[in-house]
């Protein structure tokens, strides 16, 4: 065989094509189904107009200089009030990134609340990138980690047998939660006193600049950084800033090489996140109408408030309607236009449709009144708690994340 015919052969190994045979009619299909999902606010998908836009942005490396990416960053850190700010591909690598930069030298510990992104759902990072332990706190009040609890866990002795405590890290939204501004600041003033660095794991800070109608220079002041997505809540396809002091950020971007997110042509994607920021954020208003309607639909229909919708989320038991999430899941999925669902946590973003909460509401009414017909009656109230409260005994699984 001829050189020439090996390299012919060669080009057409490497060929390939991802589209499908109606790609544009595929996207639209999917679009629809985005829109009837209570999942996660992480499947939005990039509108034509976002990709317009992205489409016309600048072509540098970001590891040496990409002005949209530039662009971005500076937006960030005067929104936000700091110094300066790094552009990341995910919230996971940006708060491991401020973990990584804030701690030094171990031993060292991190306090922060057990339901946080950090402790649950980032792969034991903190141990594993910067060798800190991690003292998770149970908030007694079901809402929010206290000062004074973090005050009780937090090791600030000389006792050789413990990590001596160097980093707080807190999380707004949790769970679609709002932390009270009130209680940062008490946290921070401590912070400040006992030299210890305040990380926001603000993905979805958004959301709580939208609620209470705060700037989020003013939300975020108390910390030393901050991580904000633009995939969670605003609908990008990709992205996370991580803002704090100008010799923050400088060793930060030094670890973002090392821990291999130096990217080169970003500009679509900085571009993606420029137009979420600028289009989307407004949208958030009737997220939360969408997920108030869900609590108050629900509440009326007699199912339990678990976790209420102070945001973008609510948590509810079905099991007072005599309804597990199972059986909730499989009919949603076989409606004529399917709703995709994934148990306790209902999520609703920018893309999440009227209609698709309308229904899935009209389904649960209808899974309540099969469940009477077939007989089934609410258990008698029989368990008391520990502070005299009498409640029905459901047997709730864990929300999925």
């Known amino acids: 065989m001829s050189p020439q015919r090996l390299r012919d052969d060669l080009v057409k190994q490497t060929k390939i094509d991802v589209l499908t045979a109606d790609q544009a009619k595929d996207n639209e299909a999917h679009m629809h189904t985005v829109s009837r999902s209570f999942l996660t606010d992480t499947i939005t998908v990039p509108t034509p107009e976002m990709m317009s836009y992205a489409a016309l942005s600048s072509l540098g ?3 040496y200089h990409e002005a949209a990416t530039d662009a971005l960053e500076k937006h960030m850190a005067r929104l936000t009030g700091k110094e300066a700010a790094l552009f990341l591909p995910s919230g996971t690598m940006s708060n491991q990134i401020a973990i990584r930069t804030h701690l030094t030298q171990p031993p ?3 306090v922060c609340d057990a339901r946080t992104h950090i402790h649950k759902y980032e792969a ?8 800190a332990a991690v003292i998770p706190i149970h908030p007694a009040n079901g809402h929010h980690i206290t000062l004074e609890e973090i005050i009780h866990n937090a090791d600030l002795t000389s006792d050789i047998h413990f990590a001596l405590t160097k980093l707080i890290v807190l999380e707004n939204t949790l769970n679609g939660t709002i932390f009270p501004q009130d209680e940062i600041l008490r946290i921070a003033k401590f912070a400040k006193e006992n030299d210890l660095k305040l990380h926001l794991d603000g993905a979805r800070i958004w959301h709580v600049a939208a609620e209470l109608a705060i700037p989020l220079e003013e939300l975020v002041s108390p910390f030393d950084s901050v991580s904000i997505c633009f995939s969670k809540g605003l609908g990008a396809p990709i992205g996370t ?6 010799a923050f950020i400088n060793k930060a971007r030094w670890l973002r090489k090392l821990f291999g997110g130096g990217m080169r042509q970003t500009g679509f994607l900085s571009a993606s996140a420029a137009y979420a920021v600028s289009n989307n954020f407004e949208k958030l208003f009737h997220v939360h109408e969408l997920t108030r309607r869900i609590e108050k639909g629900l509440i009326e229909l007699g199912a339990e408030i678990l976790s209420p919708a102070e945001t973008c989320m609510v948590f509810y038991d079905p099991a007072p309607l005599g309804l597990e999430y199972a059986e909730i899941l499989e009919r949603a999925a076989k409606l004529p236009d399917p709703i995709t669902l994934g148990g306790s946590r209902l999520v609703c973003h920018i893309q999440t449709s009227d209609q698709a909460v309308a229904d899935f509401l009209a389904l649960i009414s209808q899974l309540k009144e099969e469940k009477k017909a077939e007989g089934w009656v609410p258990p008698e109230k029989t368990h008391v708690n520990g502070n005299g409260v009498i409640r029905d005994v459901y047997v709730r699984p864990k929300a999925i994340h």
């Open 61 to 63: 490396d970001a590891v």
């Open 241 to 246: 800033c991580l803002m704090g002091p100008a």
């Open 108 to 110: 060292h510990s991190i």
């Open 124 to 131: 034991g990072g903190a141990a594993f990138h910067s060798q």
